[in-house]
């Protein structure tokens, strides 16, 4: 059972107390923001004056107090609070920053060491894939204690060795983190605490279909991250995504529920462990709405997309491990997928640009180059040292059809005409050869697998018979 849900943070007093695991966990968005005390020394900032012209004037290191009220920047789109390293921003009780549904951003620039607690910030209309507060990914910054809420885009951006802790990061129109840093990407990020819910209200899979740029986090490119003690809930879309070359992941202590999609979603990327997290009633909406159009690829509540262990990559871990988490009727269970036309300088890559962190550059991967080793194998993101134990899963009674599946698979190879990866060899590899294992779970409720692709579906005996040998030493109620 999760940590989450027994040792509970005091918001105002940072003091750690027990609670019954049975508890609902402590709502920061209920909570509002910290309340931080007043410091010696602080700057004094009432609702009218121009924080932005304040921010200039005063030398880096400045702590700024906004006192009760609403708090607005400038009149045009480009207002905003560009601050200095070091610099501080707290919030009385009742301070809030309002765009007024006209400025774009709330902090931005490159500034080291900021501290933003304590605040409500709201109404910023930022365009999509771009973030409200450190919108330019500035480096250890530290977001704590706010209400981030009703804005567009993004709640935030991340930067390397941010720290976002104890947010509220509700109702935004794209994400509520948005981790994302163009160039080097983003190393040691810490999100702990936060209730992350109700985001992607503009529903930008459906503005734009495919685009993967919806859910309650994201996570592009990041190298060393730990995901834990938060309440991720009702998201429209994925709860938590990390897209494409992600490595070194916690993913920890999580209560993960009612999101309209995937709880996690793990694709083309590294070396994670997934542990102690409570995942519920997530993939409904996106569940029902494959089996609707008669689509049976098996959604599920954790999808790992491409994505394994590689002890080539430093990180903490070597493999996916997925263990001693508790899955509550959710539509599905883990699908471990491998696109067999989906590798580094494939038309089918929809990362496109993007290669394997193992190769210098995508030209590498073309043909006739491809079809040797070590190309072969370093060009495709693989789904490979998937370690699934330990985990208790359960499917409502009322499950039938197309939910309560666990899945292994991979596609035919038909694209490009050039992939030496056409016809069954990813299939064949990803369910036999590349250390892919279930065991010692525990199972209750009706369950099914889907196996090597979408056409074979077994039950438990046959799921745990040769050739699969999954799920030695689990049972099934």
């Not at 204690?145 to 509220?168: F, K, S, Y």
Request: with cysteine; aromatic share 10%.
């Amino acid at each position: 059972m999760p940590v989450f849900l027994v040792a509970l943070l005091l918001l105002a007093t940072g003091v750690v107390t027990a609670s019954p695991a049975s508890a609902a966990p402590v709502a920061a968005c209920d909570a509002g923001p910290v309340s931080p005390s007043k410091p010696d020394g602080a700057v004094i900032v009432p609702p009218g004056t121009d924080l932005s012209e304040k921010t200039r004037e005063l030398p880096a290191g400045t702590t700024f107090w906004l006192t009760e009220g609403k708090h607005t920047l400038g009149p045009d789109e480009y207002g905003q609070v560009i601050p200095k390293d070091g610099n501080t921003y707290l919030g009385a009780p009742g301070a809030v920053l309002d765009g007024g549904g006209v400025n774009r951003y709330a902090f931005t620039q490159q500034a080291r060491d900021v501290v933003i607690r304590g605040l409500t910030i709201r109404g910023f209309a930022a365009p999509r894939d771009q973030g409200v507060v450190n919108h330019d990914s500035g480096e250890h910054w530290t977001v704590e204690g706010n209400t981030i809420e009703d804005n567009r885009g993004a709640a935030m951006m991340a930067g390397p060795r941010q720290e976002v802790l104890r947010n509220c990061l509700r109702n935004n129109g794209q994400y509520g983190i948005n981790a994302y840093r163009a160039g080097d990407g983003i190393t040691g990020l810490l999100v702990e605490g936060n209730e992350i819910t109700g985001n992607n209200t503009d529903d930008w899979e459906k503005q734009v279909p495919g685009c993967g740029c919806s859910g309650g986090a994201k996570f592009w490119a990041v190298n060393g991250a730990d995901i834990r003690g938060n309440w991720v809930h009702h998201n429209h879309g994925a709860g938590l995504w990390a897209d494409t070359n992600n490595n070194d992941f916690l993913v920890e202590d999580n209560l993960i529920e009612d999101n309209e999609a995937e709880a996690l979603f793990y694709e083309i990327s590294y070396n994670a462990v997934v542990r102690g997290n409570t995942f519920r009633r997530n993939s409904l909406v996106q569940g029902r709405a494959f089996a609707a159009r008669g689509d049976n690829f098996p959604v599920g509540t954790i999808y790992l997309s491409e994505s394994g262990g590689e002890p080539r990559i430093r990180a903490r871990t070597s493999s996916v491990e997925i263990v001693d988490n508790v899955f509550e009727d959710n539509w599905g269970g883990i699908t471990a997928w491998e696109n067999a036309d989906r590798f580094c300088n494939s038309p089918a890559n929809t990362s496109s640009g993007s290669c394997t962190l193992l190769v210098p550059s995508v030209s590498s991967c073309s043909s006739p180059g491809i079809a040797s080793r070590p190309l072969y194998d370093d060009c495709r993101w693989k789904t490979q040292r998937v370690s699934i134990h330990g985990n208790k899963f359960s499917s409502g009674s009322e499950c039938s059809g197309l939910c309560g599946r666990m899945a292994l698979l991979a596609n035919f190879g038909t694209y490009p005409e050039w992939s030496p990866y056409r016809g069954s060899s990813v299939s064949d590899a990803v369910t036999f050869r590349q250390g892919n294992r279930w065991y010692d779970n525990a199972y209750s409720g009706s369950w099914r697998f889907v196996v090597q692709d979408t056409s074979r579906t077994v039950g438990a005996s046959a799921w745990q018979r040769a050739p699969y040998s999954q799920d030695a030493g689990s049972s099934f109620a």
